[in-house]
Nanobody, 123 residues
Framework: QVQLVESGGGSVQAGGSLRLSCAAS????????MAWFRQAPGKERERVASIYTGGGSTFYADSVKGRFTISQDNAKNTVYLQMNSLKPEDTAMYYCAADSRICLGSIYGYDFWGQGTQVTVSS
């Protein structure tokens, strides 16, 4: 059984940093893509970043380019999201997602999800 467990969320002031972690367990060998999504109150869930687990190719939403970095530690089956220069508009629940297919922007492209971790950025 696949499990994704996020950690690292919290409250921070604007300009601060946080590092989110997503630990995967179960049939992780089948994961081709791992991604971070976020959902703010009243808004749709959006892809923030994704990474191909085999080759390491990455994607970033325009809103986080240059500030967020997605990385992986295959030995630990863990994906990270380093978030720097945080802004109040980054406030959201952040979710880790994984799938055996290609990295897509839609939530329907991911079969496996974590429970989410809250990030709150105050001005």
């Amino acid at each position: 059984q696949v499990q994704l467990v996020e950690s690292g969320g919290g409250s921070v002031q604007a300009g601060g940093s946080l590092r989110l972690s997503c630990a995967a367990s179960g049939y992780t060998y089948s994961f081709n893509c791992m991604a971070w999504f976020r959902q703010a109150p009243g808004k749709e869930r959006e892809r923030v970043a994704s990474i191909y687990t085999g080759g390491g190719s990455t994607f970033y939403a325009d809103s986080v380019k240059g500030r967020f970095t997605i990385s992986q530690d295959n030995a630990k089956n863990t994906v990270y999201l380093q978030m720097n220069s945080l802004k109040p508009e980054d406030t959201a629940m952040y979710y880790c997602a994984a799938d055996s297919r290609i990295c897509l922007g839609s939530i329907y492209g991911y079969d496996f999800w974590g429970q989410g971790t809250q990030v709150t950025v105050s001005s």
